[in-house]
């Protein structure tokens, strides 16, 4: 479903992202573990273009992408976008729009469909995640374990292949994260093929198929939870998670 | 102090009875007072929604010259803008078949520049996540300033927008020098008639208040539209 080949992302002076690889395949789910500033947000948002790495090839879906050449040309931006949904950490509801308008605006724009047939679907989506009955309110008067909620269904409804999560409860109250972390494991049980960066360790045992650890713009290990988060090969994993046990 | 009061001659200083008998020739100046105004309202917002997307465009055959046109007006005065509209442009043997259409060209250009700069300082303080949660759903650009960052912008662009419409409003007095025949006008006209310059400014002063007044109405009425989405506070 996703193949990463030699990506390489660089800002400014500081190659963020030095050589990339790895594969998820169809159903799975990877998490992506790593210390503060290796890159785990950056790989993310090259996966869904928000970025435009400077070197090596990604697939998503049938649509491969090579960005050692020429400019990255709109066609190919949206073609590969198209295979995926983002997550993101603080949200980013539209504001002036309710929870039902949030999640059908892109539908509706971006792909011409029927808003009738776009609300039932959206209630349908609504009711999944729990928040049917916040279905008419602004963003502003959610908390945030709803606001991600929605967001969540807000990236569905565009149906992808692969959806991406950059830390999803990192901006949540404590007694909120439970909420989400369910509506993405639920996403897990019916197949959805997703890649998460979580500091979440026990989520992440049991939710993923595998496990990415990320340091220094590399990925250094990965492997089946059990063997990256519980007994890892490499020196850095276990200072890292040495660290976060602490 | 009432000495000075007493000794004033109230009738020079405002004549009811003129006021009231001029009303007419004024209101008819009012017309053409509000039809330069409420068109370089619109034309000045669309020309600066397109100068503001110049001006943040990262390639320079937009933004230099959006960027020289917004110097420019903001540097010249509106009336030495107006005069060469009128008086100077017929010689590159273009002519406006009224001076009414160069008020409003001419105000509308001008005032297109702070209206830019409005609406550029109000997209910028929309929050980039916007722009980006958008572009993850496949939205465009155009798709995204329309839909989801132009009516958040709106709000937050409200208040300095009114100001530059009060000013648009005002600003067509200036349009009575280049021969419009605006409310200004008319009130001159009666002036030099009538030698009672006092009533005739006096009343042409309060009906561009009471304009205003109903554009500050208009104001607080989309001020508390567009404010419902935020519950909290
Ligand atoms: N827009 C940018 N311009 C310059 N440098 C950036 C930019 N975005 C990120 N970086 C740098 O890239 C590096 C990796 O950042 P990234 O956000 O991908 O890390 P991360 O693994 O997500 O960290 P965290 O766990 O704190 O979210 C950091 O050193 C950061 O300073
Ligand atoms: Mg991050």
């Known amino acids: 479903m996703i193949t990463v ?3 390489k992302k660089v800002y400014d002076d500081t190659t963020v992202l030095k050589s990339i690889d790895f594969t998820v395949k169809k159903g799975e789910v990877v998490c992506l573990v790593g210390p503060s500033g290796s890159g785990k947000t950056t790989l993310l948002r090259c996966l869904n273009l928000l970025e435009v790495p400077e070197e090596g090839t990604v697939t998503i879906g049938k649509k491969t992408v090579d960005f050692g050449g020429k400019k990255l040309s709109k066609k190919d931006t949206n073609e590969l976008r198209a295979y995926s949904g983002m997550v993101f950490q603080g949200f980013h509801l539209f504001p002036h729009k309710t ?16 808003k009738k047939e776009l609300v039932a679907e959206g209630e349908e989506l609504l009711q999944k995640v729990g928040m049917l009955e916040h279905k008419d309110k602004y963003p502003d008067a959610l908390s945030g374990g709803q606001q991600q909620r929605a967001a969540i269904a807000r990236a569905l409804m565009m149906k992808p292949e692969v959806m991406l999560f950059d830390e999803p409860t990192s901006a949540l109250d404590p007694q909120t994260v439970g909420e989400v972390l369910r509506v993405i494991e639920d996403l897990a049980k019916e197949g959805q093929t997703m890649v998460i960066v979580t500091h979440e360790m026990n989520f992440a045992r049991r939710v993923s198929n595998q496990v990415l650890f ?3 713009g590399y990925i250094v290990e990965k492997g089946e939870p059990e063997d990256v988060l519980v007994s890892p090969k490499e020196k850095r994993t276990r200072e890292f998670l040495q660290l976060i046990k602490e | 102090m009432i000495d000075w009061f007493r000794q004033i001659q109230w009738e020079h200083l405002f004549d009811p009875e003129l006021a009231w008998n001029s ?3 004024l209101l008819q100046g009012l017309q053409i007072t509000l039809l330069i105004a409420l068109s370089s309202m619109a034309f000045s917002l669309v020309l600066g929604l397109f100068l503001a997307v110049g001006r943040m465009s990262k390639r320079w055959y937009f933004y230099l010259p959006a960027r020289m046109y917004i110097s420019f007006m903001r540097g010249t005065p509106l ?7 009128y008086y100077g442009i017929p010689v590159l043997g273009i002519q406006f078949n009224s001076a009414i259409v160069a008020a409003i060209v001419g105000i509308s250009m001008n005032f297109a520049a702070y209206s830019a ?3 550029r300082s109000a997209i910028m303080s929309v929050p980039r996540g916007q722009w980006e ?3 993850s759903l496949q939205m465009t650009y155009w798709q995204t300033l329309r839909r989801i960052v132009i009516p958040q912008a709106t709000r937050i662009a409200l208040p300095p927008t009114t100001n530059i419409f009060l000013d648009i409003v005002k600003g067509t007095s200036l349009a009575s020098v280049i021969t419009v025949h605006e409310l200004l006008y008319s009130a001159r006209l009666v002036a030099g008639q009538t030698f009672d310059s006092m009533t005739m400014y006096i009343t042409a002063a309060l009906i ?3 304009v205003c007044i109903v554009i500050g109405y208009f104001q607080e009425r989309l001020e508390v539209r567009y404010n419902r989405y935020l519950t909290k506070r």
């Open chain 1, 99 to 114: 929870v039902i308008e949030n999640i059908i605006e892109a539908p509706l724009v971006v792909q011409g469909r029927d």
């Open chain 1, 214 to 216: 990320m340091d220094g």
């Open chain 2, 133 to 135: 949660s958008a572009a």
């Open chain 1, 5 to 7: 080949e030699k990506l």
């Open chain 2, 208 to 210: 561009y208040w009471g």
């Open chain 2, 79 to 85: 009336l030495v803008f107006l005069f060469i509209l």
């Open chain 2, 23 to 25: 009303l007419p020739l």
């Open chain 2, 117 to 119: 700069e409005v609406i």
